[in-house]
């Protein structure tokens, strides 16, 4: 591996993780890199990443394309937060909203002035002063209908057909030269260095590269059974083992926002498309039997099947190393986290970001490789806590919900959920994917109540304090009600075909 440009660069697997790559490789690697990706129509895809976080705007964006046509492309929606119902309790609800909620005030983040005013006796919700969750409680969306001096707080992701995504970046990774391999991979060569030097499709013919992705699944044929880079477990902090997925007839109107619905074990999705509404449950099959989690699933519809439901068995963790030799994992093959948070498609963005910043040249430097798996750790270890915080925060009566609170749960979130019961400080640690907002969405939407706040935030007079809140959640609410419903907003800018004839 002495060439110092790395003109050769095989992915292993499509989907979505292989066709992102492919589409980010292409429009980054140095002119001239081969590019090539080997994948089996044979073997399907888990294909259950329809919801995403705002991050993915700056994916797309990079590569060139436009929003409209890739929500028209793949049946595509808007997202302003995740909706979760009955997690603090049987009939408790609430969202972790994209964007900001209020305005700072000086050296003290918003919510202190809000949990001043609660202690004296103020009613208002945290979410009163969201612009994003006044416009999903409406079912109303617009990009940002602001103005540069006050901005609206907003931000959004979408919901998509992952299957028609991976299509649509196939087409425009093709279209930049991407050469794409049709066949199964039955043999990994490697080198007298250990280095993967090619491999073998069912057909004979060999794939020789440089350097070697692995988008091959929960299998990792690359990194897991030629590399052996082994698999740190989660399953003590987040034990649901299963999901089971079906889509149905999609229901009106569409709601801009996504719902984990807490059950008996474990949570049911909802992400509205327009063509169909895709629909999930993730359980633990110590407290859920498959055909139980089937019947709740399906109950738990709001428009007719259009499939039967599809399994999925997985091990919550990741790769020990996400990076050996000259492999990097990526998706499935990297590790899996339930799609609690919508970080699946996330973690293959950043996984591509972050091995793009460490791209080696004319050898591949060990230290550069274990600051790269240093910083992915970092980056799952985060995102984890974040999901862990939402089951052991929870207020159900059911034996799966009792044995969440009380399993042990890392230090970090301890210290964190401790941190804010004191006087409401949420911490920060810079690889965490979540802001504080998003932590204190949910620690508030799951009944964590802090002691205290700020002792700044009493600086200001209670009328200043007052008139301060009433014009932050005037502003959210106006916000809001300037944006046309979210159907409408699809329909004047980025509808499929199909959806534009049901509309009219």
Known sequence: MTDPHRRSVVIVGGGTAGWMAAAAFARFLPRGTHIALVESEAIG??????????????FNASLGIDED???????GTFKLGIQFDGWSSAGGSYIHAFGTIGRGWGLVPFHHYWLRHLQEGGTSSLWDYSASAQAAAKGRFARDPGRPELPSGTAWAFHFDAGLYAAFLRRHAEAAGVVRHEGQVCMVERGDDGDIASVTLD???????????????????????????????????LPCDRALAVPCETTRPLTPFTRATAREAGWQWRIPLQHRTGNGLVYSSEFLSDDRAAELLLAGLDGKPLA?????RFVTGKRRRVWVSNCVALGLAAGFMEPLESTSIHLIQSG???????????????????????????????IRDFLVLHYYANGRAEPFW???????????????IALFRANGRIGSHPDSLFTGVG??????G?????????ALADVLPAAELANFLSLSARHAAHVADKMPTHEAFIAAHCAAPSFSEKVA
């Not at 046509?69 to 049946?75: D, E, G, I, S």
């Open 439 to 444: 932590w204190l969405q949910v620690m508030i």
């Open 308 to 312: 039967d439901p599809r399994p999925l």
């Open 203 to 237: 057909d004979g013919r060999i794939v020789a590269g440089d350097f070697f992705v692995d988008c091959s699944g929960f299998r990792g044929l690359l990194i897991e059974e030629a590399l052996h880079a082994g698999y740190d477990d989660w399953s003590a902090y």
């Open 402 to 416: 009792q044995a969440r609170r009380a399993a042990a749960i890392p230090e970090t979130v301890a210290e964190r």
């Open 45 to 58: 895809t888990v294909g259950v990443g329809e919801a995403t976080i705002p991050q993915l705007r700056l």
């Open 69 to 75: 046509a890739f929500l028209r492309a793949t049946q």
């Open 352 to 382: 591509i970001a972050r091995l793009l910043d460490y791209w080696p040249g004319d050898r591949i430097d060990e230290t550069d490789v274990a600051d790269f798996n240093r910083r992915t750790d970092a980056e799952w270890l985060a």
């Open 446 to 454: 799951q009944g964590i109540a802090p002691a205290g706040y700020h």
